[in-house]
């Protein structure tokens, strides 16, 4: 069985100050990554603003990133599209780069059907039979709700494995967890419901949270998995208002400004993305102190 572990970091693209994807700061931030608690990377996600990037962009971010962390973590490409074409041959790019999974998400703006969302999800599943495939389903963003039937459909195929959920929605998680198979993992789309969602079935999380707090992440999930719930519960409310101010406004924003005030130089978010009104930042520098992370004066 697959396993991708529990801790996943949606990595950002860190930008040079002329908006040039900036590499060399990619590949020190997945090594670092992984050296505090991330068990495998998703590049050229949501948090790595794929829809700003060429394709020739990510797959270099790609390549950058796998020969940065060389085994130590696994990569998964967002190869994801509301092209189904177009993601056929993003996701057959990355399988002929040696990645280790693909990331589809729900396509977006055009609101397919269910049956057109189990089609476009299974075609694509069939060109590469070799590569595990993770769902991801975040209707706030593409407009559409994957269904748990549909997910149920879909996780009958081979190399379909995994969902990333972030509909938000506890009920449909459990429900997609009683429609699939045991060894299907389901990771958490948000942070602050990663704890939750362990309850219920789900394996860990696909994170913006563990840039800055990945190895307390892997405590909590551990502590939960080891039955001592009061732990997990523990590290989940003190992290809580991080988790809270990372979606001050809209993802990637919040992030980047926090590993800049850790130091990191990410650069700020391409357009239409652009940098945090000034009271966000200062309350993430405040809640970063109450954690004891390090900020730069």
């Not at 967002?78 to 693909?102: F, P, R, V």
């Not at 879909?154 to 509909?167: G, H, V």
Request: charge should be negative; include cysteine; hydrophobic fraction near 40%.
């Amino acid at each position: 069985m697959v396993s991708f572990g529990r801790v996943l970091t949606a990595m950002v693209t860190p930008f040079t100050q002329e908006g040039e994807v900036n590499y060399p700061i990619a590949e020190k931030l997945a090594v670092h990554l992984v050296k505090h608690g991330t068990d495998t990377l998703v590049v050229c996600g949501t948090t790595g603003e794929s829809p700003t990037l060429s394709w020739q962009e990510e797959y270099q971010l790609f390549q950058v990133v796998k020969q940065a962390v060389s085994g130590r973590a696994k990569i998964i490409a967002g190869t994801g599209s509301n092209s189904t074409q177009e993601a056929i041959e993003a996701t057959q790019k990355a399988n002929q780069l040696g990645l280790d999974g693909s990331l589809q998400v729900v396509p977006y703006y055009n609101k397919p059907p269910q049956e057109g969302l189990y089609q476009h999800f299974k075609a694509i599943a069939e060109t590469v039979p070799e590569l595990p495939l993770m769902l991801y389903n975040v209707p706030g963003r593409t407009g559409q709700n994957l269904a748990a039937e549909t997910v149920g459909k879909l996780a009958q195929i081979p190399n379909i494995i995994a969902i990333k959920e972030a509909s938000g929605n506890l009920d449909q998680v459990g429900e997609i967890r009683r429609l699939t198979p045991v060894d299907f993992t389901i990771y958490s789309g948000d942070d602050s419901l990663t704890l939750p969602l362990l309850s219920i079935g789900a394996t860990g999380v696909v994170s913006v949270a563990s840039h800055l707090v990945g190895n307390e992440l892997q405590q909590m999930i551990q502590a939960f998995e080891a039955g001592n719930v009061r732990a997990a519960a523990k590290i989940h409310l003190r992290l809580l208002p991080l988790f809270k101010a990372l979606f001050l406004t809209t993802n990637p924003i919040p992030l980047k400004a926090a590993l800049s005030l850790q130091g990191w130089q990410v650069g700020a978010g391409r357009l239409p993305l652009c940098p945090p009104a000034l009271e966000v930042t200062q309350t993430l520098r405040a809640v970063l102190q109450d954690l004891s992370l390090s900020v730069i004066p």
